[in-house]
């Protein structure tokens, strides 16, 4: 799928749609767009605007949706997008308590919080964004690949 299908795909076509798959070209040029679109919409009016607030909360439909797809064509139900910001709490209390434990500084508490939880976080995304989706039908639908 190229970067503009994806747009049209998760904005026009899929935008409260939870059932079915997404690829994983959908997926992931639709989050560098509404990350691009994020991002310029911070820098030209200001992170925190009224302007900003209303885009992220215009892409957060799509982006959960497509998220939710993503899962699906692995084989994995929807909920399971719920574990992926759970999980890295988890890990962003380990790095508390290592911070805590080992460095017996605040500042070493909160460095290894953020580090815990971004790491967490990044795993859980490559873990179960990047992987292929399963091949030919699965219980979610058929291959996005296939056509």
């Known amino acids: 799928?190229?970067?503009?299908?994806?747009?049209?795909?998760?904005?026009?076509?899929?935008?409260?749609?939870f059932r079915g798959r997404a690829s994983r070209s959908e997926f992931w040029y639709f989050m560098l767009f509404q990350s691009m679109l994020q991002m310029a919409c911070s820098v030209w009016l200001g992170y925190g605007s009224a302007y900003s607030v209303f885009l992220g909360a215009l892409l957060a439909v799509p982006t959960v949706t497509a998220a939710v797809r993503r899962l699906h064509?692995?084989?994995?139900?929807?909920?399971?997008?719920?574990?992926?910001?759970?999980?890295?709490?988890?890990?962003?209390?380990?790095?508390?308590?290592?911070g805590m434990f080992v460095y017996c500084t605040r500042e070493a508490v909160i460095i290894d919080t953020g580090f815990g939880f971004?790491?967490?976080?990044i795993v859980?995304?490559?873990?179960?964004?990047?992987?292929?989706?399963?091949?030919?039908?699965?219980?979610?639908?058929?291959?996005?690949?296939?056509?």
Not at 4 to 14: A, G
Not at 118 to 121: L, N
């Open 1 to 17: 799928m190229t970067f503009v299908k994806s747009i049209d795909t998760c904005l026009l076509e899929k935008y409260f749609v």
């Open 73 to 98: 064509d692995i084989d994995r139900p929807g909920w399971w997008l719920f574990l992926l910001h759970v999980l890295p709490v988890g890990a962003a209390m380990v790095g508390a308590c290592i």
């Open 124 to 147: 859980m995304m490559v873990r179960f964004f990047c992987r292929p989706g399963t091949e030919g039908v699965n219980g979610y639908g058929s291959d996005p690949e296939e056509g």
């Open 118 to 121: 971004i790491a967490g976080y």
